[in-house]
């Protein structure tokens, strides 16, 4: 009877400690081991591919990784953003948060081509892109995180949720919260994840009304540093140069770290949607600070939120497919 319960125990840690390490989704499970078996090489193959890349361009870190926030935010972290249109789908690639600025696409498709000859039809593009954000992360100096996996891709795209769902430089506070929230994040989440402005750009056209005062009082945005919107001033012009490319940090702008809360607390935060973190709530701003002093703090509460962000009602089990190409959907 003993030897039996001894075994029954084992087999029991040995059945279900992937379950311990897991965040359960729509009745299927995300645990970082799940394609030890089916793919042992599919975390070095992403990891490669995004080395490479970003090796070539340094931006390229904060485009793949912008491109998970915005596939999560729009149904979920289901690969949506990167199909493409067809006869039945409008692609998501064409809504204001994504049209001109989306970028990664065809790192996304060289992944998905050294998987598909690995292992055929065995790793999704959803979680391929939530690897891809967190190699990212850490190739620009920040933290790193066991991703959870197993999610399938989407048979569909929702341009008006890219449209609503996805935070937009010009909201308000409370929008970008309640918007969070509807996610199941909150504002804890909202603002280290904020923290992702520590590296990449951002365009003319996302900041020029706090430059020109297009939002109506006949005055400037004084919450932005005046020497510091005269600077960008003289490239981000009252009309045209729309796309033209700012640091989201000026200061190490390539690098990963803690000195986005800095300019924020210097007024030097680039977006409104950045500035109103120190402006617009109380909570906010406590973390902001908190941040600002201790980078350690914030890379351990920006990976946690990564996780969070990355189980947004993923799909799992029979629902959605494996993908052939990101792209498009598989033929039925």
């Not at 140069?241 to 986005?260: A, C, R």
């Not at 950045?274 to 920006?302: H, W």
Request: proline share 4%.
């Amino acid at each position: 009877m003993a030897v039996s319960m001894t075994t029954f125990m084992l087999f029991s840690v040995l059945v279900f400690a992937p379950l311990c390490l897991s965040h359960k989704s729509n009745g299927g499970y995300l645990y970082p081991q799940y394609y030890d078996h089916s793919c042992p090489k599919a975390l070095e193959i992403v990891k490669s591919v995004v080395a490479k890349a970003v090796a070539k361009e340094t931006r390229m870190a904060a485009s793949l990784l912008r491109l998970h926030f915005h596939d999560c935010f729009v149904k979920g972290c289901d690969a949506s953003v990167l199909l493409d249109n067809s006869s039945n789908i409008i692609s998501e690639k064409g809504s204001n948060p994504n049209r001109n600025s989306a970028r990664g696409f065809e790192v996304i498709d060289d992944i998905k081509s050294a998987l598909e000859k690995e292992c055929p039809g065995t790793v999704s593009c959803a979680d391929a892109l939530a690897l891809a954000a967190r190699d990212s992360t850490v190739l620009a100096g920040g933290p790193t995180w066991d991703v959870p996996l197993g999610r399938k891709d989407s048979k569909g795209a929702s341009i008006s949720g890219s449209n609503n769902m996805i935070p937009a430089p010009n909201n308000t506070f409370q929008t970008i919260l309640t918007k969070f929230k509807l996610q199941g994040l909150n504002v804890v989440d909202l603002v280290a994840l904020s923290g992702s402005h520590t590296i990449g750009n951002s365009r003319c056209t996302s900041f020029r009304q706090r430059l020109y005062n297009q939002s109506g009082n006949g005055q400037p945005d004084y919450s932005l540093d005046r020497s510091y919107a005269a600077q960008l001033r003289k490239n981000c012009p009252r009309s045209g140069g729309d796309q033209n490319l700012f640091f989201l940090d000026f200061v190490s702008p390539t690098k990963f770290d803690n000195f986005y809360f800095k300019n924020i607390l210097a007024s030097k935060g680039l977006l409104s949607s950045d500035q109103i973190l120190l402006t617009k709530s109380s909570a906010s701003m406590d973390l902001v600070k908190k941040y600002a002093e201790n980078n350690e703090l914030f890379f351990e509460q920006f990976a946690k939120s990564m996780v969070k962000m990355g189980n947004i009602t993923p799909l799992t089990g029979s629902r959605g497919e494996i993908r052939k190409t990101c792209r498009k959907i598989n033929k039925s």
